[in-house]
């Protein structure tokens, strides 16, 4: 894949895109990358990662559950990093080749990733790369509002409670699972539930 990446870099670079940074992220407070290397690393620093020249302009596209999204990406995070110290390419870069290249029309995931989904469009725009749709669900979170993941050190659902974790699942996701399906095989529950997902009950949920 990374030959793949190196092209789509490339082409960025080519065409005055793409510019290299010397910051790290202790050398700016919050999440917004001020321009420190835009036009030239200060004395003193070395090239660390590459980042996309972001242009300020407003980014607005249709989510399948939220609506209509509007975004500033050069407001929002600024000057985005493609390629990370040690030669690791980036989520945006990789994320939008990859799924480009699978030919996917359709992203399915969690509201926490809505944000960067303008960055991705930007990058589609510019690589002349189809823009999917896209539907952010709902996700799960602990008391403090984290996702619940291996990150936050959530309990892993044993197999025992695999029917009810879907069971719960599927309410959480208000798909309605009448309740003489609790306790069932998920291979029942999955059978219920396939036919009769409504992406409508979630757009009714985040009016």
């Known amino acids: 894949?990374?030959?793949?990446?190196?092209?789509?870099l490339a082409r960025l670079r080519a065409n005055g895109r793409t510019f290299a940074c010397?910051?790290?992220?202790?050398?700016?407070?919050?999440s917004v990358y001020p321009g420190t290397c835009r036009n030239g690393i200060p004395r003193g620093r070395t090239a660390r990662t590459v980042r996309l020249r972001?242009?300020?302009?407003?980014?607005?596209?249709?989510?399948?559950?939220?609506?209509?999204?509007?975004?500033?990406?050069a407001r929002a995070f600024g000057d985005f990093v493609l390629l990370r110290a040690g030669g690791h390419y980036a989520y945006h870069l990789a994320c939008?080749?990859?799924d480009a290249d699978a030919g996917i029309t359709d992203i399915v995931r969690g509201a926490d990733l809505l944000?960067?989904?303008?960055?991705?469009?930007?990058?589609?725009?510019l690589?002349?790369?189809?823009?999917?749709?896209?539907?952010?669900?709902?996700?799960?979170?602990?008391?403090?509002?984290?996702?619940l993941s291996k990150q936050t050190f959530a309990a892993a659902v044993e197999p025992a409670g695999v029917?009810?974790?879907?069971?719960?699942?599927?309410?959480?996701?208000h798909q309605s699972p009448p309740a003489e399906l609790r306790g069932a095989p998920p291979a029942e529950l999955l059978a219920w539930a396939i036919p009769r997902w409504r992406i409508a009950a979630l757009r009714d949920e985040s009016d």
């Open 1 to 8: 894949r990374h030959a793949r990446y190196e092209q789509a």
């Open 22 to 30: 010397g910051c790290t992220r202790k050398d700016f407070p919050g």
């Open 54 to 73: 972001v242009d300020d302009a407003v980014v607005c596209f249709h989510d399948r559950i939220a609506g209509r999204i509007e975004q500033n990406p």
């Open 96 to 98: 939008v080749v990859d």
């Open 115 to 125: 944000d960067s989904s303008p960055c991705q469009i930007v990058l589609q725009r």
């Open 127 to 147: 690589l002349g790369l189809p823009t999917p749709a896209y539907a952010h669900i709902p996700v799960a979170v602990n008391a403090a509002g984290d996702k």
């Open 163 to 173: 029917a009810d974790a879907l069971f719960e699942g599927l309410r959480f996701l």
